[in-house]
């Protein structure tokens, strides 16, 4: 393809890739929740700078078995987990999103 040519309609559109905080998350659940499969029903929000446990930084919201009580905010650093927060107020209001359609 030359430098200004548009890519071709039939062209397929490339995958995203997963978000690597995501990863980060998923980890963590399977590895602290009580059901294994907290997954497949999970929703999430993307980072926003926020708080947990008197902590500041990025924070991402999950909400695991359809319940908004059930959401747990999680502090990010380097795209890893650092702290948890169950029912944090942080995440009452938060726009979440089906798990498999949040950058997988």
């Known amino acids: 393809m030359a430098g200004n040519e548009a890519p071709k309609p039939d062209a397929a559109p490339r995958q995203q890739a997963a978000a690597p ?3 980060s998350i998923a980890t963590y659940i399977k590895r602290y929740a009580v059901d294994s499969n907290s997954l ?3 929703k999430i929000g993307t980072p926003f700078q ?3 446990n008197g902590q500041k930084g990025s924070v991402v919201c999950v909400e695991l078995g359809g319940l908004r009580e ?3 905010a999680y ?3 380097d795209d890893a987990v650092i702290d948890s927060e169950f029912g944090a107020s942080a995440c009452r209001d938060k726009q979440l999103e ?3 359609n949040a950058g997988a």
């Open 50 to 52: 926020g708080s947990v």
């Open 98 to 100: 089906a798990w498999d």
């Open 21 to 23: 905080y995501k990863a």
């Open 70 to 72: 059930n959401r747990t």
């Open 75 to 77: 502090l990010l650093r």
């Open 40 to 42: 497949k029903q999970a």
